[in-house]
């Protein structure tokens, strides 16, 4: 199957200026490559401070000023250069973030969700999006303080749908979730999924991840140490980096008995 | 309900408070002052050659014969019943001669107030969504050496441009020396009143840039943000970022009542404006009491009043403070 995204040897670096006029490069992301294939689940699973979502954030050309990136992005075929980004964004790129301080604190959902448009297919869109995450209509006239942690989680899922996208990258959207409700929402990746999405599933919980998933990269400082199918950390067979496998025997559920 | 009582009442004890304690500071200062008010009003020569009875008289109408304490009291009771006595200098009852000045500086400090907020929230965002590029350190560069010249000197500058130099602009005064006050048009009225206005706002508006460029940068790194970009909006600073600049702006322009006032007083005097500020400077240096303790009371409710339509509006524009209250 033809990805519909492919990072190609992504290094993220952050310029430092260290004592004087001495300037050091931190890098974040080293070298990295992966594909997302549509209507798949592909996980990225790394620990917290690994660069997991400056992997986003470069996917969407949204990398803070003093970040320089190297590397190619493939969408669709062609190259994701910045300019292309910008139009995509929105359209058919869309991103999952992983609260409540996402939305702004002074707007209603509503109002964001539709992004300043005003007529009656946009309205009928966004009423339609929140039903399908079990948001009433009214939801849009709430302001994001006034959300619990699972309705943001929701309305920010419900956010990434208004546009029927082809990619959806979410980055860390579970966490101070409790396991239903984490579950429910991870439901919903599958289901994008089915509906022929390609999804990037960016998170720091293995368990999840094989929950999920489809594919699972594992990332350490800034690398991916290995790529294998989910079903490889049911049974820990295939997992070839030392890194994956400590992970791999650190899921509760593998725990040697007692 | 129960809140907005709770804070009402509050707000009523600290005003209360708030100008006991500027009066009673005023009438301390004043009373300690070394000025003797029948030398500095009637002069040396003209005392010397007065009988005793006479300046007994003028001792009596100084009220420099009073013990402090008396005076102040005296002062408190009859300004509680709303009475804030006459001017010695005018000789006109005290409220009449501030209403009179209040008129005229009204103008000029409501133009240099307007003037400060649009031009200081412009320019604010202006240099915080060009952060590190040329306007942004144009406007940063200019805002700082603004805050740090004084004001009279800027008006003295103003003065020297304008008025000598260039010659469009009055030198002084609130209308053209030599007109009846009816035959005073609105047009010379605010020639007059334009460089004391745009002394105060010039100084008020780089002020308010400086805070303004601070919060639009904080808001552009924030999460939302982000998120708004990633979801390919267009207009985020008219949608966002203005959002977010308005609260801590309008508590800014509200704050800065306080220092109009203040700054008022000495760009009055610099363009001999008859307003608020140079009856202030007058009251002071000619030991007119009634005078400058009614200033300082109708000033200190002034700037009270500035920050609690700020605290009010706080509630009209943040939703979290509005629907948070209907709940409680």
Redesign the interface.
């Known amino acids: 199957m033809e990805p519909i995204l492919t990072v190609e040897r992504l290094s993220v670096t952050f310029d430092r200026y260290g004592q004087g006029l001495s300037r050091t490069g931190v890098s974040a992301i080293r070298e990295l490559s992966l594909t997302v294939e549509p209507g798949r689940v592909t996980a990225v699973v790394g620990e917290s401070g690994s660069g997991k979502s400056l992997l986003a954030?470069a996917i969407?050309h949204?990398l803070?000023?003093n970040a320089r990136m190297e590397g190619t992005i493939f969408y669709d075929g062609a190259p994701l250069t910045a300019r292309r980004a910008?139009e995509?964004?929105?359209?058919e790129i869309?991103?999952i973030?992983?609260g409540v301080?996402?939305?702004?604190?002074?707007?209603?959902i509503g109002g964001q969700l539709r992004?300043?448009r005003r007529d009656v297919a946009a309205r009928t869109r966004c009423r339609e999006a929140l039903e399908r995450y079990g948001l009433g209509p009214e939801v849009e006239e709430m302001?994001p303080?006034?959300l619990s942690g699972g309705m943001a989680r929701r309305v920010l899922i419900a956010?990434a749908v208004m546009d029927a996208p082809r990619l959806i990258v979410a980055d860390e959207p579970t966490p101070g979730l409790d396991a239903r409700a984490a579950k429910r929402i991870l439901g919903h990746f599958r289901e994008l999924a089915e509906e022929g999405a390609g999804v990037l599933f960016i998170t720091h919980d293995l368990e999840l991840a094989c929950a999920a998933a489809h594919k699972i990269l594992v990332f350490q400082e800034g690398r991916r140490v290995d790529e294998v199918p989910a079903r490889c950390f049911q049974t820990g067979e295939g997992l070839t980096h030392p890194y994956s496998a400590a992970l791999w025997r650190a899921m509760p559920r593998n725990w040697p008995e007692v | 309900m129960k809140h907005r009582l709770k804070f009402t009442a509050r707000k009523l004890v600290r005003i209360a408070l708030l100008l006991l304690g500027v009066s009673l500071a005023a009438f301390l200062l004043m009373d300690a002052s070394p000025l003797d008010p029948l030398q500095t009003n009637v002069g040396q020569a003209a005392l010397g050659s007065m009988s005793q009875e006479q300046a007994a008289r003028l001792e009596e109408y100084w009220g420099m014969n009073t013990p402090p304490a008396e005076r102040y009291l005296n002062w408190l009771r009859d300004a509680l019943r709303g009475d804030f006595g006459t001017s010695l200098l005018y000789r006109r009852p005290v409220l009449e001669v501030i209403g009179q000045r209040i008129s005229n500086s009204l103008g000029m400090l409501v133009c240099a107030w307007v003037l400060s907020g649009v031009l200081g929230v412009a320019l604010g965002v202006l240099a915080g969504t060009r952060r590190?590029r040329w306007p942004d350190r144009l406007i940063r560069g200019g805002c700082l050496v603004v805050s740090s010249t004084p004001s009279f000197w800027l008006a003295l500058l103003l003065l020297m441009i304008f008025s000598v130099w260039l010659k469009v602009l009055p030198i002084g005064f609130s209308a053209p020396v030599g007109t009846e006050t009816a035959a005073v048009t609105l047009g010379e009225r605010l020639r007059h009143a334009l460089l004391p206005a745009l002394t105060l706002s010039v100084t008020g508006a780089a002020n308010i840039a400086l805070h303004t460029r601070e919060k639009v940068a904080d808001v552009l790194?924030?999460?939302?943000i982000?998120?708004?970009?990633?979801?390919?909006?267009?207009?985020i600073v008219c949608?966002?970022v203005l959002?977010?600049v308005?609260l801590p702006a309008l508590t800014l322009q509200f704050a800065s009542v306080g220092e109009l006032i203040g700054g008022s007083v000495l760009a009055e005097q610099v363009f001999s404006f008859p307003g608020l500020g140079q009856a202030a400077v007058a009251a002071g240096l000619g030991s007119d009491m009634p005078l400058l303790l009614g200033i300082t009371v109708v000033t200190a409710a002034l700037v009270f009043g500035g920050s609690l339509v700020a605290d009010l509006l706080y509630g009209v524009v943040?939703?979290?403070i509005r629907?948070?209250e209907a709940k409680i």
């Open positions: 954030h969407f949204l803070p000023g910008a995509l964004r929105g359209r869309s991103l973030p992983q301080t996402y939305l702004d604190p002074m707007m209603k992004r300043g302001y303080f006034e956010s | 590190g790194d924030s999460d939302y982000l998120f708004a970009r990633a979801r390919g909006e267009a207009h949608r966002h959002r977010g308005a943040d939703p979290r629907r948070g």
